[in-house]
C-alpha cells in the first residue's frame, strides 16, 4: 500500500493529464453523438399575466342516490399561457396538450401521486384577449388548435431555435364533491403541463396557476368554463 501510496503521489501530474485527456475525449465524443442523434427538446416559459384558473359553483344541484346526499355542481377552467420552444437538433410539431392537477383532498400529495387529474385541450370557441392600459384589446393565438382566420395557419410546428407563444385552454367537465383542484394556502394551484409532440415523445413541465374569479375571468373570454354547456350533446 505504501508503494502504490508513494507511485500515485511522484505521479499525480501524469494522472491529472490522463484524466484531462479522458475528459477532453469523453466530451468530444458525446458531443459528437449529440449531434447524429436528432431529436427534438422542448423548452417552456410560462407568462402569468393569463395563466390562471377559475372555480365557480353553478347553481345547479344533483342527487347522489347512493348516498341520499344532493350536491351542488361546480365547474373549473384552466388557461396557460406559454411560450414553447424547440432547443433541441430537430424540428417537431405539437400533437396534443394536457394539464394534470391533484384533486382536493386531506391527503399528501406525495401519498397519493396517482391521484392526478388529467385534462386534454379544449377548443375555446372565441379568442382569449388581454386588455392594455388604453383599453385596447390584443387577441391571444391558441396553442395548437386553430380558432378562426385571424389565428397562426400554422402555429403547431416548432423548428429548430424557434417558439411559439399563446394560450392552451383547459376545462373540467361539470363535477360535485372533492372533484377540484387542491388549493395552496394563497388560493393557487400546482400544474403540470403534458406535451406530447409527433414523435410521441413526452415533455412535462411544473408551474402554479393563480385564482381568479369567474368575472374577472371571462373578462378575458366570455366562455371561459362555460364551454360544456355550447357543445351538442
Not at 400554422?154 to 364533491?177: C, H, M, P, R
Request: with cysteine; proline share 3%.
Amino acid at each position: 500500500m505504501d508503494e502504490i501510496i508513494k507511485w500515485t503521489n511522484d505521479n499525480s501530474g501524469f494522472l491529472a493529464l490522463v484524466l484531462f485527456l479522458i475528459s477532453v475525449i469523453y466530451g468530444w465524443l458525446s458531443g459528437m453523438f449529440n449531434s447524429l442523434i436528432k431529436k427534438p427538446k422542448l423548452n417552456v416559459r410560462f407568462i402569468p399575466k393569463m395563466s390562471f384558473y377559475s372555480f365557480y359553483y353553478t347553481g345547479k344541484k344533483w342527487l347522489n342516490k347512493d348516498l341520499n346526499e344532493e350536491f351542488e355542481l361546480h365547474k373549473t377552467g384552466f388557461v396557460s399561457y406559454m411560450s414553447i420552444s424547440n432547443i433541441g437538433n430537430k424540428t417537431t410539431t405539437i400533437d396534443k396538450i394536457w394539464i394534470g392537477y391533484y384533486k382536493s383532498t386531506t391527503k399528501r400529495k406525495w401519498l397519493n401521486k396517482n391521484n392526478i387529474q388529467w385534462l386534454t385541450q379544449w377548443h375555446p370557441i372565441d379568442n382569449f384577449m388581454y386588455t392594455m392600459t388604453d383599453g385596447s384589446q390584443v387577441m391571444v393565438n391558441n396553442l395548437r388548435v386553430k380558432n378562426n382566420i385571424f389565428d397562426n395557419i400554422d402555429n403547431n410546428s416548432l423548428e429548430i431555435g424557434k417558439s411559439l407563444t399563446g394560450v392552451a385552454y383547459f376545462e373540467q367537465e361539470t363535477a360535485w364533491g372533492n372533484f377540484c383542484p387542491f388549493q395552496n394556502d394563497d388560493r393557487s394551484v400546482n400544474v403540470t403541463i403534458k406535451i406530447r409532440d409527433i414523435y410521441g415523445k413526452y415533455f412535462r413541465f411544473k408551474t402554479k396557476l393563480k385564482q381568479l374569479d369567474i368575472e374577472d375571468a371571462r373578462k378575458f373570454n366570455p366562455n371561459f368554463a362555460n364551454i360544456e354547456q355550447l357543445i351538442p350533446k
